[in-house]
């Protein structure tokens, strides 16, 4: 395994193997939902990558200021690509833990305030539990029961959150 370079040596890359076809902040969204891996980004640039994964994260956020359906966000997912989104969860979740230990000027303010406000311990199970889901997937019979079972899991992991928040 190599560690992932650094964002500014990444970034660089990508202006230069992109040629002028996406400005920055594409160049930047891509490298954060390829979650540093550089190789990862292009992929994405190349398809339907970003959008698909900009929209994962937009459905994670609006279920976290109430705005969105588990249900239907889990139908949306399921016929996208179930087994993509667990392995994007997977590394979301761990992004959002990093931003919480250690927030930079480049982690986006919405991620870095959601990633604070969530206690610690049932931040860890929430990340153990999609996990544990991931050697699953691949042969569940219905892969969209496990996807809403960890949309309800982030559901309750918020619920928890802001009723932490209240009791300080």
């Not at 640039?45 to 994964?53: C, P, S, V």
């Amino acid at each position: 395994r190599l560690p992932a370079p650094s964002r500014d040596v990444a970034l660089d890359w990508l202006r230069k193997t992109a040629g002028g076809k996406h400005d920055d902040a594409t160049l930047g969204a891509a490298l954060d939902h390829a979650f540093g891996a550089p190789l990862k980004a292009v992929e994405l640039l190349e398809g339907a990558g970003l959008a698909q994964r900009s929209d994962w994260s937009r459905g994670l956020l609006d279920l976290a200021t109430g705005r969105g359906e588990p249900a239907v966000l889990a139908a949306a997912i399921n016929e996208a690509d179930p087994v993509g989104w667990l392995q994007w969860l997977y590394g979301w979740n761990n992004r959002l833990l990093h931003m919480r230990i250690a927030p930079t000027p480049e982690h986006d303010p919405t991620l870095v305030s959601l990633a604070q406000r969530l206690p610690a311990d049932l931040f860890d199970r929430y990340i153990a539990e999609v996990q544990a889901t991931l050697p699953k997937v691949h042969g569940a019979a219905d892969k969209k029961l496990l996807v809403e079972s960890l949309l309800i899991g982030w559901l309750a992991l918020l619920a928890r959150a802001g009723r932490a928040a209240q009791n300080q």
